[in-house]
Each structure stands twice: as structure tokens, then as C-alpha cells.
């Protein structure tokens, strides 16, 4: 099966300018890409399917999954 998602993918920056998106897939995973080049950096398995797009308040990652279940992931 392949991965896809349902949701949008959202742009954070670091302090230094850096952009990066992070996108939530139908296998659970939340993945997080270089904004210059689409470079895969880090995925995180979430084990649900993540069908909302992400939200970031401060620092921390919001976003809904399946099930009715929500996850808060502080970003550093």
C-alpha cells in the first residue's frame, strides 16, 4: 500500500530561517521534510491514520488522527 495523505502539510522555521514541512500520512507517520530540497529528515510513527492537517501553537504540533484522538508533539 502506498503511503498518501489526506491532510496538508505545514511549513515551520527554525530560528535561523530554515525552513521545514512536516506531513501527516494514512500509515500513521508523521514525517518531517527539508523546505529547500524535499529531503526526508525524521518520521515518526504515530500508529493512527492521520487524517487532519497539522496544526503549531508555539512550539508544540497539534494534529487529529483516527480514532478521535489528538497529539500534541513539542518541537525543538
Given at each position: 500500500?502506498?503511503?498518501f495523505a489526506w ?12 525552513g521545514y514541512l ?55
Open positions: 500500500m502506498e503511503h491532510s496538508s502539510p505545514i511549513a515551520v522555521y527554525d530560528s535561523e530561517g530554515r512536516i506531513l501527516g500520512d494514512n500509515d500513521g507517520f508523521l514525517t518531517l521534510l527539508d523546505g529547500l530540497t524535499g529531503t526526508v529528515l525524521h518520521s515518526l510513527p504515530l500508529l493512527y491514520n492521520i487524517e487532519a492537517s497539522p496544526a503549531l501553537f508555539g512550539n508544540t504540533l497539534v494534529l487529529g488522527v483516527r480514532g478521535t484522538k489528538i497529539h500534541g508533539i513539542e518541537l525543538e
